[in-house]
């Protein structure tokens, strides 16, 4: 069944004829149509998409003979309708077509749908006409031959007859039975025979297959007596049996020996048609072309007026249809009535223009600007005939040219006016633009440079060419001559280049200018100067050096951090142990001085250690609300008698208050150090000041961005007379283990712990310096609030000794610590319980069925940390004491949250009387619960968030 659908399909595929289904309702709506209405140039979609309805194509001068027809074919109640009238084609063709049509109806019997079959036949119908006009002239020679009345005559009028057949230019036949039985040598040359060779031969031998069954057909038919056309076009086959020859024939009926045979005229129509078909399609492509040209095509007769225009020149002109256009005096559209006779003159005189431009009124008098191609039409003798040629509308790109010269003049304004500083140069490397922020940065003013080549005055002291110049003279070559490696090709720009250098003559100490060539071209591409932006980067280099510098700090700041911890937990039990000889030896004994010398070196070491973890930030601060005034007030005599005899010290105090929150003994390391800075950098005397005040940060000079409040602040500023230092010298100075002394005569350390705490406290440090002129450090902290007074407290020192039956738990992981923490307590008079993990700790609690006073733990251990533990002991004893000991920095305990901000910390290493005074402490504090309500000023040391 698929394979006769697929035949079924292809039949109709190739079949001429058009099968339609068309709606009864108005205009005939389309529902069906085959892929082979192509043939009238239309598609199946022009219909089924309700673009085209049947009745739209009917030739108006038929369709109302067809809706007669069609009228009269349903009031009958006929079931079928045959019909011959003409369509239009797709390209306005008029054919004629033969319509078979079967009327559908519904069960009530009301007509729905027509089911038509249409056949084009045009030809035929044309062929029918002339087969009709040499029939008669064939009766007109028949008569003419019967009058004759001798047989002399009729032999004379025969041998006439028969030059005249076969001199025609038409071939001319006579078959019977399907046999050629008579032929001229006209029809024998067009098939490539002779007549001897043609006569005799069946005509199934002399017609394209495909043809075969139409022209024998009708010959059947003709002579059964069926009323048929009388001329048709098919198919003969050439001799060599394969080129087709297209023919156009004629027939008749006549009587020859007693039986019916048929008579007529073949000619040969391949060159005809080919012509015909060649004519349409160069009629269709000179059609279309004037059609959809997007320029507006026209010709004028002699007096001016549009006999031809194209679409184009409609729409351009206003007009609604062409035949409203036509006509029209060409010259009342131009705006300048003498422009026409201007155009006309230059015509004459030149015979054709190009591109002349001139105005034109729009129908509604809207005025447009057109660009004409035209030439004079003379006829044969020369005579004026009219002009024709097209119109281009150049309304926008007038417009256009316009925009663009007030958009470079609107970019030449900008790029003046920038805040980034650039120049342009041309071909010829002169200046044509040097806008104001480059005259401003190189105090060079534009009206020195523009015109000249001389714009490497601005930056140099002698002749160098820019990266401008060398793109322009398309030498990059010469980049590492002039530039060396500070210019490279850009990768974010094509044809760009980018570069930095330090120029020494621009301001006061020179300038660092990052800058950018790129070429600049015309549309077509053609190199027409360059341009190079200049940005003034001193700041940004100095910005990331000191970035730099922070992170060189912070490296060595983790480094620093990570040895504490291991190296407080060793210096503990020598602290401890040194103590426990002290306290054995009598003062004569040679013995306590050794003593004492162990506990000093390890004093240093432990004072070495918190220095390493101030410059790092990463030592525990005990802040209170303080006027640093008083802190410089009450340090100066110490300073006085550190300083040399030769050192003045002056120092100056602000009126007002100065509140800041700080760590007392970490300012006042920060002073001792600056001052004794300050009196190495004097070695043959000179003068130290020191001076605290309040400030703004944007009054100062200097202030790192982002490193503190902007607002008021407290400064303190230390200054002196001495060396001053060099720019290498100022970029290391804070950096751990950096110093210009001899070796052996300082650590390296002093400024980079200065540096330290002053971050720690959340201000910043700025220094002021240069060979010869002294140093100023100009220290910035946050400003505190108010200073609230208490009436003085009587100090008072704590007792360092138990009180009967005091039980203490101690918890360390580090056994030489954990032995001397259990001596030192045994020694002060308490019991002491001792476990090394956080683990056996609570296994002995399990057991134990003693009172227990105080729980002193490490805060970091494996499995179990400190405060995990106290959590444990209080399940176990509620409301115990917890004093917490560490010897990682601050950050560290942070970081993990093992504590949180207020609780008890003792930090290693501790000597004994550190231990017994912050246990002492610890037990008479508040119980378990209570903790919340304390202060920082209820203990020695708490431990808080970093600042």
Known sequence: MTDRLRELEDIVRKSPAVCFVWSAAEGWPVEFVTDNVSQFGYSPEDFLSGNLRYASIVHPDDLAGLRADVSRCCEQGESELS??????????????????????????????????????????????????????????????????????????????????????????????????????????????MQVEELQGRAISEIIVPEDLDLVLGRHRQRIEGVELPESYEFRALHRDGVTPVLVHMSVGLCTYLGRKATVGTVRDVTQERMQEIALRESESKYRSVIENIQDAFYRSDAQGRLIMASPSLVRLLGYESLDECLNVDISTAYADPGARQELLRTLLERGVISDYEVTLLRRDGTPIVVATSSRLRLDEHGEFLGVEGIFRDVTQSKRAEAALRESEERLQRFL?????????????????????????????????????????????????????DLLVAGDSSAMAVWHGGSARRSTLIDEAFVGMEFFPMLRKGGRWLHYTAAAVRDRSGVLIGAIETIEDVTELRRADEQLRRSQRLESIGRLAAGVAHDFNNMLTPIMGYAGFLLASLQPLDERHGHAEQILRAAQRSRDLTRQLLAFSRKQVLDLKAIDLREIVSGLQNLLRRTLREDIELRIGLAAEVC?????????????????????????????????????????????????????????????????????????????????????????????????????????????????????????????????????????????????????????????????????????????????????????????????????????????????????????????????????????????????????????????????????????????????????????????????
């Not at 002339?130 to 019967?146: D, K, P």
Request: net charge negative; proline share 5%; hydrophobic share 40%.
């Open 416 to 468: 003046r006016g920038s805040p980034i500083p650039c120049f342009v140069i041309g071909p010829d490397h002169r200046v044509v633009l040097w806008n104001d922020a480059l005259a401003e940065l190189t105090n060079v003013p534009a009206e020195q440079v523009i015109g000249t080549r001389d714009h490497w005055r601005a930056f140099y002291d002698v002749p160098q060419s820019c990266l401008a």
């Open 659 to 947: 509140p800041i929150l700080a760590d007392v003994g970490q300012i006042e390391q920060v002073l001792m150090n600056l001052t004794v800075n300050a009196q190495d950098a004097m070695p043959g005397g000179g003068m130290v000041a020191l001076e605290v005040g309040i400030g703004h940060t944007d009054a100062l000079a200097g202030v790192p961005v982002g490193e503190i409040a902007p607002g008021p602040c407290v400064v303190l500023t230390v200054s002196d007379t001495g060396t001053g230092m060099d720019e290498e010298t100022r970029e290391h100075v804070f950096e751990p283990f950096f110093t210009t002394k001899v070796q052996g005569a300082g650590t390296g350390l002093g400024l980079a712990t200065v540096h330290g705490i002053v971050k720690q406290h959340g201000g910043v440090i700025v220094l002021e310096t240069s060979p010869g002129a002294g140093s100023t450090f100009r220290i910035l902290l946050p400003l505190g609030t108010s200073i609230q007074r208490s009436p003085a407290e009587q100090e008072t020192t704590p007792s360092r000794f138990a009180r009967p039956g005091e039980t203490l738990l101690v918890v360390e992981d580090s056994k030489p610590v954990l032995d001397f923490a259990v001596a030192a307590l045994e020694g002060a008079g308490y019991r002491v319980l001792s476990a090394g993990s956080g683990g056996e700790c609570l296994q002995m609690l399990a057991s134990y069925q003693g009172a227990l006073d105080l729980l002193l733990t490490d805060v970091v251990m494996p499995n179990m940390n400190g405060r995990e533990l106290s959590e444990r002991a209080r399940q176990v004893f509620p409301g115990l004491r917890t004093l917490y000991m560490s010897g990682y920095p601050q950050d560290v305990i942070d970081q993990q949250g093992i504590l949180e901000a207020g609780v008890r910390l003792l930090r290693k290493p501790f000597t004994i009387q550190e231990l017994t005074t912050s246990v002492r402490d610890a037990i008479e504090s508040p119980r378990a619960g209570a903790d919340a309500a304390q202060g920082p000023g209820d203990s020695p040391i708490w431990v808080r968030n970093r600042v």
């Open 83 to 192: 019909a011959c009238y003409r369509i239009r084609t797709g390209s306005g063709e008029a054919r004629m077509v033969e319509d078979h049509t079967q009327v559908r109806r519904d069960a009530s019997g009301a007509v729905t749908h027509f089911q038509g079959i249409v056949l084009d036949v045009t030809e035929r119908h044309r062929a029918q006409v002339e087969l009709e006009h040499a029939n008669r002239t064939l009766e007109v020679l028949r008569a003419r031959t019967m009058r004759l009345a001798a047989e002399d005559a009729l032999r004379e009028s025969e041998e006439k007859y028969r030059t005249v057949l076969e001199h025609s230019h038409d071939g001319i036949f006579m078959a019977q039975d399907d046999v050629i039985v008579f032929c001229n040598r006209a029809l024998a040359s067009m098939l490539g």
